[in-house]
């Protein structure tokens, strides 16, 4: 597999396999090496990234700057009418420096954009904020030393929404456990029918189950990206919801992320 560059990554998993927990360590790693990271929070039932990334949310979502979700539903559907296969809500190309800070909190060059959540009970599927996403994606430019980390729902249903098209790779959070292998398998076959690179990262793993997940994985054709060993300083950091540094894995992923970058 070719490196992964600069680019848009797609972070999936199922629930409770450490997304949030990835995206956090690499986005902070990637800062101290003087890059500048957007983690773009897509899940619209997580109310947690914010405090373990250690970055208060901006004053609005990404949904709630183009109008809300009405609008941007309205929007949809006045261009599926007007025949657009694929509707825009975004008609222009934009760089990371563009982004309001009405939707986008900034400390130092780590970002944090949510696209939207459910805040209300009978508001309806989350469908529209799938759409705001894959068109941010597709119509946001990355110039060098810029990454965009995209912390999606558990499951595969992004894939369903599209979200994959404007990202460069998927990257697959695996847990020990056979539904996180069995989805990673589900998450292989789809990424690979979007054309997109794929990869796995390994976590919350010891010496027993290293070297079973290598091996049912492996078999598969998916090839294994990095692994985080449990890590119980992790685990009471995500437990009282305090933000997260890569100090106590530093060395796993520095590794990681050479692998997503190498060529």
Known sequence: MEGFGMPKLIISGRGGSGKSTLVTLIAHTLKEQKKRVLVVDSDESNIGLSGILGIE?????????????????KKLR??????????????????????????VRWVGSLGLMQIGKIDHAMEGCACPMGAVTRDFLNHVRLEEDQWVLVDTEA????????????????????????????????????????????????????????????????S???????????????????????????????????EIIRELMKC
């Open 57 to 73: 949310p901006a004053e609005k979502t990404l949904m709630d700057y183009l109008g809300g979700k009405p609008l941007v539903m």
């Open 78 to 103: 006045s261009m599926i009418r007007d025949g657009e296969t694929e509707p825009e809500l975004f008609r222009e190309k934009f760089d990371l420096e563009s982004l309001s800070q009405e939707f």
């Open 155 to 218: 499951g595969v249903e992004h894939f369903g929404r599209g979200i994959v098209e404007g990202a460069d790779a998927v990257v697959m959070v695996v847990d020990p456990s056979s539904d996180a292998v069995l989805l990673a398998e589900k998450a292989a076959k789809l990424t690979h029918e979007a054309d997109k690179r794929f990869g796995v990262i390994l976590n919350k793993i010891d010496e027993e189950t290293e070297p079973i997940l290598t091996e049912l994985l492996t």
């Open 220 to 254: 598969e054709g998916n090839e294994i990206k990095g692994v985080l060993p449990y890590s119980p300083a992790i685990a009471k950091m995500n437990l009282k919801g305090e933000s997260l540094g890569a100090y106590a894995v530093k060395n796993e992923v520095d």
